[in-house]
Nanobody, 127 residues
Framework: VQLQAYGGGLVQAGESLRVSCVASGGSFSTLVIGWFRQAPGKEREFVAAVGWRTGNDFYGDSVKGRFTISRDNAKSTVNLQMNDLKHDDTGVYFC?????????????????????WGQGTQVTVSS
């Protein structure tokens, strides 16, 4: 499975931005697709995740109510709509995929559960 993230950019606080992740090279129906972000000097942080087949979604506490994750099965794409962006949302955003085997009994918000990673896309929010 290959993942490619795109759509980052520079926005002002309060504005919106959408980043997307295109998946290819395999069957995605059993995957969980997650978004993580990493700011300079900080650990990688869980942002959101969605089950490809179920559509069940999960969010990190810092983005609940502002971000929405969705999938477009026809385009093999997972989108992350980010509204009311804050300076603290700045970072490199990575999309990743976890399999049922890699998740096991673990949590969708744990980065080590994800086995496929795309390159990141930079999101910068000016205050």
């Amino acid at each position: 499975v290959q993942l490619q993230a795109y759509g980052g950019g520079l926005v002002q606080a309060g504005e919106s931005l959408r980043v997307s992740c295109v998946a290819s090279g395999g069957s995605f129906s059993t995957l969980v697709i997650g978004w993580f972000r990493q700011a300079p000097g900080k650990e990688r942080e869980f942002v959101a995740a969605v089950g490809w087949r179920t559509g069940n979604d999960f969010y990190g506490d810092s983005v609940k109510g502002r971000f929405t994750i969705s999938r477009d099965n026809a385009k093999s794409t997972v989108n992350l709509q980010m509204n009311d962006l804050k300076h603290d949302d700045t970072g490199v955003y990575f999309c990743a995929a976890a399999t049922p085997e890699s998740i096991g009994g673990g949590s969708v918000w744990a980065a080590h559960q994800y086995v496929y990673w795309g390159q990141g896309t930079q999101v910068t929010v000016s205050s």
